[in-house]
């Protein structure tokens, strides 16, 4: 089970950090994203990591402006957000995987979501 959390309002040009606690004991086997989809879009990709020192895979749009980073003692993945812009508004949802993918039907344990609103 997931759990999203640290999402908000925002100005644009601010910064956030989504969290997202996992329960179980196996949480350091699995790969993690973040996905976001916006009202009238698909869901995205937006980042997955397997540690952090390899495995780590960002889409375009939030390249050098988000961070993707895990803490397996904590069995938490976190999503840090800087230089938003109003086209990162979306719920924002966190995924379990056991392969290091971008497609998001991959994924097999999803998050409630989290909803992030940057205002401009």
């Known amino acids: 089970q997931l759990q999203a959390s640290g999402g908000g309002l925002v100005q644009a040009g601010g910064s956030l950090r989504l969290s997202c606690a996992a329960s179980?004991?196996?949480?350091?086997?699995?790969?993690m994203g973040w996905f976001r989809q916006a009202p009238g879009k698909e869901r995205e990709f937006v980042a997955a990591?397997?540690?952090?020192?390899?495995?780590?895979s960002y889409a375009d749009s939030v390249k050098g402006r988000f961070t993707i980073s895990r803490d397996n003692t904590k069995n938490t993945v976190y999503l840090q957000m800087n230089n938003l812009n109003a086209e990162d508004t979306a719920i924002y949802y966190c995924?379990?995987?056991?392969?290091?993918?971008?497609?998001?039907?991959?994924?097999?344990?999803w998050g409630q979501g989290t909803q992030v609103t940057v205002s401009s």
């Open positions: 179980g004991r196996t949480f350091s086997n699995y790969y």
């Open positions: 990591i397997w540690r952090s020192d390899v495995g780590l």
């Open positions: 995924a379990a995987s056991t392969t290091f993918t971008a497609i998001p039907g991959r994924y097999n344990t």
